[in-house]
């Protein structure tokens, strides 16, 4: 139980144009879903936090302009990296949270590998 | 400020045992998580403690003392398979993941 898939695993693209990523939680309905980019070599960084039907949360220095985030449904979230350069290729993760366990733990998608050309 | 420190890497042979150390300054504590993360791929779970002591789980074993804000996990009979990073995170009290850097391990045979 408790599956993440997000897709697509790995996107190329020319820099300007917008690119989108689908978070999903397969096997269980996810109260808040989180946004996590990483660069090589780095720790996870946390982007944002979304819950169903509410604006997300971002962190400092994330422009919310850039990377737009919609948890439309209890099982969906996506995340798009609008007019994308190549300082914005990395790793995306997403996690989901039921909010079932008394600690919240998170379920990690496989990740999207964004290379800006 | 909140701080998670872990050694950036460290080196073990296949069959040892090996620990990896990890301190935290956060404000407020809901728990303490590892993970192992492979090149390439997503973190998946390994542990979580929130009350001190040790916590066991086949060849994999975490413990917490919370008083030193310490925290370590334990990989014994260590295999090539193992060679990943290890992410210490900490739930603060706003129940937020504050992440470590993460420890690179190398086995070696």
């Known amino acids: 139980g408790a599956v993440v898939s997000q897709h697509p695993s790995w996107v190329i693209c020319k820099s300007g144009t917008s690119v989108k990523i689908e978070c999903r939680s397969l096997?269980?309905?996810?109260?808040?879903m989180f946004w996590y980019r990483q660069f090589p070599k780095q720790s996870l960084m946390l982007m944002a936090t979304?819950?169903?039907?509410?604006?997300?949360?971002?962190e400092q220095g994330v422009e919310k302009d850039k990377f737009l985030i919609n948890h439309a449904s209890l099982t969906l979230s996506t995340l798009t990296v609008t007019s994308a350069h190549p300082e914005d290729s990395s790793f995306y993760i997403c996690?989901?949270?039921?909010?079932?366990?008394?600690?919240?733990?998170?379920?990690f998608g496989p990740g999207t590998r964004l290379t800006v050309l | 400020g909140q701080n998670i420190d872990q050694p950036t890497e460290m080196t073990a042979t296949e069959g040892a045992i090996v620990q990896i150390n990890c301190t935290y300054q956060?404000?407020?504590?809901?728990?303490l998580f590892w993970y192992q993360q492979h090149a390439g791929e997503a973190p998946t779970f390994l542990s979580y403690n929130v009350l001190d002591g040790l916590e066991e789980k086949g060849r994999f074993s975490s413990f917490l003392s919370r008083s030193k804000g310490y925290s370590y996990l334990l990989l014994k009979e260590l295999q090539m398979k193992d060679s990943a990073s290890y992410l210490c995170?900490?739930?603060?009290?706003?129940?937020?993941?504050?992440w470590g850097a993460g420890t690179k391990l190398i086995i070696k045979p």
């Open positions: 996690s989901a949270s039921s909010g079932e366990q008394t600690y919240n733990e998170q379920f």
């Open positions: 956060t404000s407020g504590f809901n728990g």
């Open positions: 096997d269980f309905q996810a109260t808040t």
């Open positions: 995170a900490v739930m603060d009290s706003n129940y937020q993941l504050i």
């Open positions: 979304s819950n169903e039907g509410s604006k997300a949360t971002y």
